[in-house]
């Protein structure tokens, strides 16, 4: 694009140039030079995204979690299971709605009782991707913080694994389910094989996006605009934390950086102990980032403009134009990618159980 503007500049200088003359002639460019012109820029532009990200892979996997069909299929139900929780009547996919890009659009997320969770319920597309999980990483992966919820007081509010198993015991399907999931283990209906079993689900909730193919060489994947913001985007610090294949994800960082930013929240100092953590969250991810407000660690941030320009300010020093701002949303809309609406297709629940109420 560089190139071609230059070829502008130089042809109207001539233009201007011949303009005494009796037959002035405008001096126009080859019809294949813009064309030319941007695909040198895409190719720049892609190598330098290549260097600093990477393309999703079609699973998450762990060589610690490998994941199995029966292990999927369990997670999957799990996922969807109200009676995982002790009215039955919230199960994760309340919070993290998979039709709706894993959230809720919600500030903070509604739990027992109508009990409002004190942070922003960040979507689980992707999420095995992350360094740990939760804002402040206090779950090392998405296996450990399947289990979280359910035992939360103002989430789930079960009030102890034992009754988790209580309830799954009790429901037809469910044993047979764990046992095929977990042939290896004696006692298969455990609390840790829920977790492993949502984890394993999790695992596969991934959403390739247009970045993802202009990363792997498609140079149309982005459309001008995008590439425009790609390169504001970097130009402008994102990316010094917005790195990796989750775009984010993969670091913690102290909110208020270089501008102190006013909230109540101690972060991961309230996991570590250590003042020094103090007001550090992980790093959100930006894949589907424009699907998933509200935004930050509060869900206070509505829109996606605002959240760019208060992350420039607090964590750059810096004050984005409108066109900045508008550059890095367009770059930032090549990060959706679909719904895999088979995968997350709601299943059939087990059948009624004595102890599971329904």
Known sequence: MRAGVAWMGISAVLLVAGCGRDAPQAVVPPAEAPAAAMT???????????????????????????VTEAQVTLGRI??????????QDISCNSCHDLAKYGVDGQPTSSGDKGQLGGRNSPTTYNAALHVAQFWDGRAADVEAQAKGPILNPVEMAMPDEDS?????????????????????????????NVGRAIGAFERRLVTPAPFDRFLAGELAALDAAQLAGFNTFVNTGCASCHSGAGVGGGMYQKLGLVKPFETADAGRAGVTQNEADRFFFKVPSLRNIDQTGPYFHDGKVATLDAAIRLMAEHQLGKTLTDGEVAAITSFLGSLTGAIPADYIAMPALPGKGPASGT
């Open 78 to 87: 799990l996922y969807y299971d109200p009676r995982l929780s002790r009215n």
């Open 164 to 192: 988790v198993i209580k309830v799954l015991k009790s429901i037809p399907g469910y044993p047979e389910l764990f046992q095929a999931a977990f042939p290896d283990d004696a006692n298969p209906v455990n609390y840790d």
């Open 40 to 66: 040198a820029d895409a190719t720049a532009l892609q190598a330098q995204a290549a260097a600093m990200f990477k393309v999703l892979p079609a699973e998450m996997s762990a060589e610690a979690s490998p």
